[in-house]
């Protein structure tokens, strides 16, 4: 059984800064692509950023320049480096790894930016 667990949200004001963690767990041989998402209350879940197992890297455009996103295969661990918050990136961040043919999700941490 495969598990994602994530870590690093919170409260910051904006203009601030976050790290995201997933971490990966379980009988795992290789990890594909990983990717972020995000949902905001009332609004659909929306991709932020991915980045493949060739290390291929792509960004939502509202994000690009502020967010980084990483990964350490050693560790089955994928990273989100979120510089200059804002108010709109207030939302439940969801980390996704695609494993051995799987999509597999964390359960989300909360981040939060006031002004």
């Known amino acids: 059984q495969v598990q994602l667990v994530e870590s690093g949200g919170g409260l910051v004001q904006a203009g601030g800064s976050l790290r995201l963690s997933c971490a990966a767990s379980?009988?795992?041989?290789?990890?594909?692509?990983m990717a972020w998402y995000r949902q905001a209350p009332g609004k659909q879940r929306e991709w932020v950023a991915s980045?493949?197992?060739?290390?291929?890297?792509s960004y939502l455009d509202s994000v690009e320049g502020r967010f980084t996103i990483s990964r350490d295969n050693a560790k089955n661990t994928v990273y989100l480096q979120m510089n200059s918050l804002k108010p709109e990136d207030t939302a439940v961040y969801l980390c996704?790894?695609?494993?051995?043919?799987?999509?597999?999700w964390g359960q989300g941490t909360q981040v939060t930016v006031y002004s």
């Open positions: 980045i493949t197992s060739g290390g291929t890297i």
């Open positions: 996704t790894q695609y494993i051995e043919y799987l999509d597999y």
């Open positions: 379980g009988r795992i041989s290789s990890i594909d692509a």
